[in-house]
């Protein structure tokens, strides 16, 4: 990103019903939660009940959400993919190994690009696991994954990729342009985002004890999605093409962050009157 980084970018941006609702799922690692919960959140973003109802309904009918009782949701069938994916940032670092200069590379060409809606979800899924475009129709990224091809395909497939899709691993790649291929993936940016992340977070951490609960909440709620924003998007390069130490850093300021967000929002679901709350969506 050229203006803002992709951190920024996150932590900036307003966020919707359909935002917050997702966000608290994945914020609070709850497999369910009650309308009351997610209203009450919506309070310190200052969103209307009615929006996150609305929210709740929309999600549901697309079964991003799913109904487990009267008042009470879980993450539905059409969201689990993705849902885990958001969760995955935690295991990074078993993610990955030593680089011995092999590639990952994936044949796109044959599959063609007049159905937007799986050229969405086949982009959304290679960029989401640190592939980028060598040439058309082709897409690499460097083979220190700890997982297999076949494990590799399936994650893919499930992330939105063609089951057509040719995937293939190198020990060697040769090409006109190779001196360049480390470009392929902005080392600026990414290490941009690991730092403005770890201020972030040391200047969040500072003042959450001064602040009122909810204004808490919401600090640690958009702070810490902005982070995992970063986290999941991460392609995981190797030393080579990255500094891997900030990346661990950041991870490891996250996890520290991630237990002290919880201690927050809990104590503000404590302040909250839940009388006042209508648990019916």
Same mark, same amino acid.
């Given at each position: 990103?050229?203006?803002?980084?992709?951190?920024?970018?996150?932590?900036? !941006?307003?966020? !919707?019903?359909?935002?917050?609702?997702?966000?608290?799922?994945?914020? *609070?690692?709850?497999?369910?939660?009650?309308?009351?919960?997610?209203?009450?959140?919506?309070?310190?973003?200052?969103?209307?009940?009615?929006?996150?109802?609305?929210?709740?309904? #929309?999600?549901?009918?697309?079964?991003?959400?799913?109904?487990?009782?009267?008042?009470?949701?879980?993450?539905?069938? =059409?969201? #689990?993919?993705?849902?885990?994916?958001?969760?995955?940032?935690?295991?990074?670092?078993?993610?990955?190994?030593?680089?011995?200069?092999?590639?990952?590379?994936?044949?796109?060409?044959?599959?063609?690009?007049?159905?937007?809606?799986?050229?969405?979800?086949?982009?959304?899924?290679?960029?989401?696991?640190?592939? &980028?475009?060598?040439?058309?129709?082709?897409?690499?990224?460097?083979?220190?994954?700890?997982?297999?091809?076949?494990?590799?395909? &399936?994650?893919?497939?499930?992330?939105?990729?063609?089951?057509?899709?040719?995937?293939?691993?190198?020990?060697?790649?040769?090409?006109?342009?190779?001196?360049?291929?480390?470009?392929?993936?902005?080392?600026?940016?990414?290490?941009?985002?690991?730092?403005?992340? *770890? =201020?972030?977070?040391?200047?969040?951490?500072?003042?959450?004890?001064?602040?009122?609960?909810?204004?808490?909440?919401?600090?640690?709620?958009?702070?810490?999605?902005?982070?995992?924003?970063?986290?999941?998007?991460?392609?995981?390069?190797?030393?080579?093409?990255?500094?891997?130490?900030?990346?661990?850093?950041?991870?490891?300021?996250?996890?520290?962050?991630?237990?002290?967000?919880?201690?927050?929002? =809990?104590?503000?679901?404590?302040?909250?009157? &839940?009388?006042?709350?209508?648990?019916?969506?």
């Amino acid at each position: 990103m050229t203006d803002r980084t992709r951190f920024e970018a996150a932590l900036q !941006s307003p966020m !919707s019903a359909k935002q917050l609702v997702l966000s608290l799922f994945a914020g *609070l690692d709850d497999s369910r939660l009650p309308i009351s919960s997610l209203i009450a959140g919506a309070e310190a973003f200052d969103i209307e009940a009615s929006a996150v109802r609305v929210a709740v309904n #929309r999600l549901t009918k697309e079964s991003v959400l799913h109904p487990t009782e009267r008042g009470v949701y879980s993450i539905g069938e =059409a969201g #689990r993919v993705l849902y885990d994916a958001t969760l995955a940032w935690r295991k990074i670092g078993d993610r990955v190994r030593d680089w011995d200069g092999g590639w990952f590379g994936i044949h796109t060409a044959h599959l063609g690009r007049t159905d937007r809606k799986a050229v969405r979800a086949r982009d959304r899924a290679l960029r989401l696991s640190g592939f &980028a475009t060598l040439e058309d129709g082709l897409w690499i990224r460097p083979d220190n994954l700890s997982t297999t091809l076949l494990e590799l395909s &399936a994650d893919l497939t499930a992330l939105g990729l063609s089951r057509r899709a040719v995937l293939f691993r190198s020990d060697e790649l040769i090409h006109d342009q190779s001196m360049t291929i480390p470009e392929l993936w902005n080392r600026k940016d990414l290490e941009a985002n690991y730092r403005a992340g *770890l =201020a972030q977070i040391s200047a969040s951490e500072a003042r959450l004890n001064a602040l009122p609960p909810a204004k808490a909440a919401r600090e640690v709620l958009q702070t810490g999605s902005a982070v995992i924003d970063v986290l999941t998007h991460d392609p995981l390069l190797p030393d080579a093409l990255v500094d891997t130490g900030l990346r661990g850093d950041l991870l490891q300021a996250m996890l520290s962050y991630d237990v002290k967000g919880k201690a927050v929002w =809990a104590t503000f679901f404590e302040t909250i009157d &839940a009388s006042q709350i209508s648990a019916t969506a």
